[in-house]
């Protein structure tokens, strides 16, 4: 009898086929060391911060301290600092990579699924798209990745991979798994709206499904269609549902209802309305209109489902994904590097998998045009990817200074404080500031302009329900701001420099109610109540 293997040997045994991954994981890692060196900089995790300390202090979301995302970031961002939230984004990065590894094996052969696992990595790692900041899109990639994965683990997928329908012996089972998956897809929504697209990417395997069977002269063709389609659709579409659903009735719960609906939800689609596109050709112009995104997206989607018979069934999945995730990261048309992580999985498994299929006899049962077709149309969407971003004018973040700088610091090269400064012209400031207001030990700050890590740096929260003044001025809110600040009296107060002409009356307050400026810093003036 052979003796029991012990734990190690069990994990050993669990890790052989995966040391590609793990390799590719520990890669992961040693790129986003610098992350944990970086200083309070970056503006949008400076309000996830903000608002994730205001939550920790009872705060509620949307009623007393708003932004317009919906709310599961803000949660996420409730660590009582920067590092902690990055280690977080660490542990979740980590998943997100193992999830599309796992997805990118039964697609592709093991030397394109580790290939295509680093390029994922270098590129959700890397600055050029911001990649070492906590933004939404990293949060919904790894809920996205999870669901797909949970996905390609049913015997629908299974069938729509091959070609060859039959009806699942374990449709209970089935039906658990799509729910699941709508429910982690739904919290990829409720982290940011623009999630809604992959998880239309992820109903499509259920339409091209019917679709590529449906055959209205056979009714045992078309009974089969539905059998196989409809509850992937349905099912993952009440998962996805429910936890916004159950969003709303926790915010009207806590009176915060309206709120929620007016930021969390509808403010998307002004937000989506309101930038100025950099060129003024009428046909460029009219087709980054919503409705010319859509009518582009839908022509596309429409044509890769009636040209079926020239597709393969996980291309055309892999198409259309690319397709719902450039439609998504166009939204608000804003040249963010950040909004375009969202196109990465799909494009990188599209390209790996355009480039098997050259290379193999699996289209053979194909039309002839197929092997050309598919390579064609993969091109036009990853080089049409980079031509939008270079119509919209996206800055990649520099790469190569980015890790020179961390090795200058870790080295004694520079200074703690150069390394600092070399993010933003902010910091020295904002580093003296957080000083003085954390010997207080006060909660609330009062603050006029647009400099929100400052409130995360110093573990502060606004004295208002605004955590930046461009919103304030986008809902003509300064009555609202004005009362907040007399209502908390708040023992510090900082006035941007940009900003000091643009609330006459707030300055007048702060003269009248005994409020000290000091006048040693760079960009803001910094008033204490006497």
């Known amino acids: 009898m052979a003796p029991p293997r012990s734990f190690l040997d069990k994990i050993e045994s669990y890790l052989r086929p995966h040391h590609a991954l793990l390799i590719l994981i520990c890669l992961l890692i040693l790129f986003r060391l610098p992350n944990f060196s970086e200083p309070y900089w970056y503006g949008d995790e400076g309000i996830y911060l903000t608002i994730g300390n205001a939550l920790r202090a009872g705060e509620r979301l949307y009623a007393e301290i708003i932004d317009h995302k919906t709310p599961l970031i803000y949660y996420l961002a409730m660590t009582p600092s920067q590092n902690l939230f990055r280690l977080l984004l660490l542990g979740w ?14 697609l592709l052969t093991p030397v394109l699924t580790t290939l295509s696992t680093f390029i994922f990595i270098v590129l959700t790692s890397f600055p050029w798209l911001e990649g070492n900041i906590p933004n939404g899109e990293l949060f919904v990639m790894g809920f996205v990745l999870l669901a797909t994965l949970i996905i390609s683990r ?5 069938s729509y991979y091959s070609d060859q329908w039959k009806v699942s012996s374990k449709s209970v089972v089935e039906i658990k798994r799509y729910i699941i998956a ?4 739904g919290l990829g929504v409720l982290t940011k709206v623009p999630a809604l697209f992959d998880a239309l990417a992820v109903l499509s395997l259920g339409w091209f499904g019917l679709t590529r069977h449906l055959d209205f002269t056979n009714k045992k063709h078309l009974r089969l269609a539905f059998q196989t389609s409809a509850p992937l659709i349905l099912a993952t579409s009440l998962g996805v549902v ?7 009735l926790y915010f009207a719960a806590r009176g915060s209802g309206s709120a929620y609906l007016d930021y969390g939800l509808l403010y998307n689609f002004r937000y989506a309305g309101s930038w100025t596109l950099p060129f003024t050709n009428p046909v460029l112009i009219w087709s980054f209109s ?14 890769f489902t009636l040209a079926r018979k020239w597709f393969t069934p996980i291309f055309q999945f892999l198409a259309t994904w690319s397709v719902l995730a450039i439609f998504a990261s166009l939204l608000s048309n804003r040249p963010y590097p950040h909004y375009f992580l969202q196109l990465l999985p799909p494009l990188i498994l599209l ?3 355009t480039i098997q299929q050259c290379r193999s006899k699996q289209l053979e049962s194909y039309s002839t045009v197929t092997k050309p077709l598919q390579t064609i149309v993969a091109i036009v969407l990853i080089l049409g990817s980079f031509s939008i971003m270079k119509l919209l004018q996206v800055g990649f973040y520099p790469t190569v200074s980015y890790y020179q700088r961390w090795g200058q610091l870790i080295t004694g090269q520079i200074s703690p404080d150069e390394y600092r400064e070399s993010f933003s012209s902010l910091m020295r400031d904002n580093y003296k500031a957080a000083e003085i207001i954390k010997a ?11 400099n929100p890590t400052l409130y995360a740096l110093s573990g502060t929260v606004p004295t208002g329900r605004f955590t930046v003044a461009f919103h304030i001025k986008d809902f003509q809110a300064y009555d609202e701001t004005l009362a907040s600040i007399k209502a908390r009296h708040p023992t510090f107060f900082i006035l941007m420099k940009e900003d000091k002409n643009t609330f006459p009356e707030l300055t007048s307050y702060l003269i009248g109610n005994y409020y000290i400026p000091n006048n040693t810093f760079e960009h803001f003036t910094f008033w204490m109540r006497m």
């Open 182 to 185: 709508g429910l982690i897809l």
């Open 440 to 450: 207080s030990a006060t909660t609330y700050l009062g603050m006029w302009g647009t």
């Open 242 to 248: 429910l936890p916004i659903l159950i969003s709303i």
């Open 351 to 353: 390209g790996a998998h």
């Open 154 to 158: 049913t015997e629908f997928f299974k």
């Open 93 to 106: 990065m980590i998943m997100a990579t193992a999830a599309f590894y796992g997805l990118a094996r039964k």
């Open 290 to 303: 919503l409705a010319g995104k859509a009518l582009i997206a839908g022509g596309l989607i429409v044509f």
